[in-house]
Structure formats: structure tokens, C-alpha cells
Nanobody, 120 residues
């Protein structure tokens, strides 16, 4: 089985920065993609950032402010969030697409979510 553990969330003032981390453990043969989703209160979940095949993509709302990067040796993905706005307040979820053993299909694994609150 695979487990994802997120850390680094919390309360920050607008204009500040946070770095989220998500480490995977368990049965991991390969990691095919890593992503961060977020869900604000009363709103649908949205993709904030994704990294796969050496490329990254970001939601328009976070471009220029957020950076997703990874440490493959540690099975860890990070989300560096700068110039935070109140609109960034949400629960952030880490998602890994993982192949757990050779010749198996990749599956999505979700972290339990970590809250980020940006105050003015």
C-alpha cells in the first residue's frame, strides 16, 4: 500500500510564503506524476499544479507565484507558494500517480489534505 503525508501548511499573512511537502511511502515502483489540488470552502476542487514527464503546469490563478518541484530520491513533492493571497485559502491535497509494482497500472493516491489559511 501507499501512503502520502503532507506537511507545511498553516496560517500566514497575505504576501507571505509557505512551502508544502508531500512524501510518499510504501510499495512504490515508479512515480509517474505528482500534483497539488486545492479546495476552498464552498467551492469545487481544482488543480493548482502538476509535474510529470519533466514538465510543469499551473492554474492561471497561481502562475508566477507557485512553484512545484520534486525530490525523486525522497519520493517527495513540494509546492512553494509565494505572494500568497486570501484567495489561496484552501485545503491542499497531494496526489501521486504511482506504479506500485512492475507491469501494473498506475493509480492515483491522495493525501488527506492540509489546510492553508491566508489572512489579510
Amino acid at each position: 500500500q501507499v501512503q502520502l503525508v503532507e506537511s507545511g501548511g498553516g496560517l500566514v499573512q497575505a504576501g507571505g510564503s509557505l512551502r508544502l511537502s508531500c512524501a510518499a511511502s510504501g510499495s512504490i515502483f515508479s512515480i509517474n506524476a505528482m500534483a497539488w489540488y486545492r479546495q476552498a470552502p464552498g467551492k469545487q476542487r481544482e488543480l493548482a499544479a502538476i509535474i510529470t514527464a519533466g514538465i510543469t503546469n499551473y492554474a492561471d490563478a497561481v502562475k508566477g507565484r507557485f512553484t512545484i518541484f520534486r525530490d525523486n530520491d525522497k519520493n517527495t513533492v513540494y509546492l512553494q507558494m509565494n505572494s500568497l493571497k486570501r484567495e489561496d485559502t484552501a485545503v491542499y491535497y497531494c496526489i501521486f500517480n504511482i506504479t506500485s509494482r512492475p507491469f501494473s497500472a498506475g493509480m492515483d493516491y491522495w493525501g488527506k489534505g492540509i489546510p492553508v489559511t491566508v489572512s489579510s
